[in-house]
């Protein structure tokens, strides 16, 4: 080619890149629709378009990812103190469909407390509620509990973001925060097995060298935050170091230096940054927060992959005071699935675990109302005819729950019933509505389950 022909081909080129340029604000402001979809392993994507194509739907929950954790500044020296992100971009998804759950899968049998609780549901904006759900990878993944959240904050507002693991958790989700970190070990009860002093949730973020830092960023824009960490630290830990996004420098440390668990409270504006300087035994074992002025609804979800309620042996002895900061109105469990694989089940121990986790609680938190959701309808195959080959143990497990709730007198939440009986999870799965596992669901399962839970909730 010649050089004339080449400066031909730049100037083109050039002009080229100008018009799309020009064209950018015309085409952002025309895809003015945010469309979702989830693909078969059940990830969902977001994209904008003018309209949503064949396949797509609307994204009425859509929360707007914050700054990647690689954009964060990186941690100063020892001496220094990191600086923390600017706060996450305003969240303005649209307003949610109507839930089109039943309130038939959800059973009253005569909790004390139901009637006076369930009410301040009715009450409307401004009317604080606190939703707290234990559980296995159902609750992990918190997508079940982020529908739910958002239709009781529509209704009652947004209370605050509730609980947070120590920090990232692989495999694991928080819809409403994340974590970036360096410097720190995580122990997990499910995994590292006893041996450790595990707090409430099962899970501990350990300083792992002479400078630590962890980044909590919340995924979109919240009010100040009243901030209880759960912390325990040693004789020659230092305090902590914590900058929020508005660059205020705090200083915290355990109020007994006796390598005990003990909770600290601070307010800030999120995100956070939290830096641990030559505190070889300092650990964290969760986050609680909620808005400082502003009531509403807080749903946390606390879950491990892969556990069963008998876990709770390996938390310390002590660690429903850890829940003293939560103060739930409603205690929801939610185990059951990995019970009903297993090999060998006992059904005599899994009723004394349930019914004795359910005395703890009703006299740790008297005022509170317990919730049990039934094992859902799960698979060990989808081969095996018209049902596929259910769990072996997952009738014994549901008949265990609901004779459980009649006998102590809790809430009961069908889930299998609100999937459509025995043998649904086939079709399920068929539909999009689960993942081929045959043992969780998509996205749009968990928000047609929250849906159907919260039309029992408030009918």
Known sequence: MTPAARAVQRAVGAGLACALLALLPVLSAQASVVCKRVGADGTTEYRNFPRCPSGWTKAADYQP???????????????????????????????????????ASLQDFGDPNAATVL??????????????????????????????????????GDGGLG????????????????????????ISSRSTGPGYDYPFGGFIAQVSGPFASLTLTPRYQTARQSVTVLLRQGPLDAPLSITDANGVQLSIKSPSIDNQWHPVRFEAQLPITVTATLSPQTAIGGWWMQNLDRPGAIVSAVGINGSELEQWSRWRSGWMEDLAAANPDLIALAYGTNEAFRITLDPEALRTTLVTAIGHLRQRFPGSVILILGAPESLKSLAGGRCGTRAAGLDIVQAVQQAVARQRHTLYWDWQQAMGGRCSMAGWVARGLARRDGVHFSREGYEALADDLYSGLVP
């Open 65 to 103: 990812e914050v700054a990647s954790p690689a954009g964060l500044p990186p941690a100063q020296t020892p001496a220094g103190v990191p600086q923390t992100a600017p706060p996450a971009p305003t969240a303005t998804p649209d307003a949610l469909p109507p839930a089109n759950g039943t309130s």
């Open 119 to 156: 009410a301040r549901l009715r009450a409307g904006p401004g009317t604080a509620f606190r939703f707290l759900q234990i559980g296995d990878s159902h609750t992990a993944g918190d997508f079940l509990t982020e529908r739910l959240r958002l239709r009781l904050q529509q209704r009652l």
């Open 163 to 186: 609980w947070a693991t120590p920090m990232q958790i692989p495999g694991q989700r928080l819809a409403r925060v994340k974590f970036t970190q360096t410097g720190w070990q995580l």
